[in-house]
Nanobody
Framework: VQLQASGGGLAQTGGSLRLSCAASGRTFSSYSMGWFRQAPGKEREFVAAIIWSGGRRFYADSVKGRFTISRDNGDNSVYLQMNSLKPEDTAVYYC????????????????WGQGTLVTVSS
């Protein structure tokens, strides 16, 4: 599976952005998909995950109620709608694919996209 993330950019505090991740390969629908982020000087952290069917979603406490993960298996894509953005959301965002069940652990993700930068100004 090859992943290509896009949609990052500059937003103001309280604003919104929508990230997209396009996947290649016919087995996309068999993978759970996740979004992680890495801020400067910090470790990569879990943001959100969605199982293969879209029937279960998982979120980090820091983004619950503000971010929504979704997927379109027909289009081999996963999305991250980010609302009520805060300066602390500034990071490079990565999409990833896992054979697990919506894992929050980096080590359980087999494939990673290249990352897209989100900058939130105060």
């Amino acid at each position: 599976v090859q992943l290509q993330a896009s949609g990052g950019g500059l937003a103001q505090t309280g604003g919104s952005l929508r990230l997209s991740c396009a996947a290649s390969g016919r087995t996309f629908s068999s993978y759970s998909m996740g979004w992680f982020r890495q801020a400067p000087g910090k470790e990569r952290e879990f943001v959100a995950a969605i199982i293969w069917s879209g029937g279960r979603r998982f979120y980090a406490d820091s983004v619950k109620g503000r971010f929504t993960i979704s997927r379109d298996n027909g289009d081999n894509s996963v999305y991250l709608q980010m609302n009520s953005l805060k300066p602390e959301d500034t990071a490079v965002y990565y999409c990833a694919a896992s054979r697990g069940y919506g894992s929050q652990k980096r080590s359980e993700y087999d494939y990673w996209g290249q990352g897209t930068l989100v900058t939130v100004s105060s």
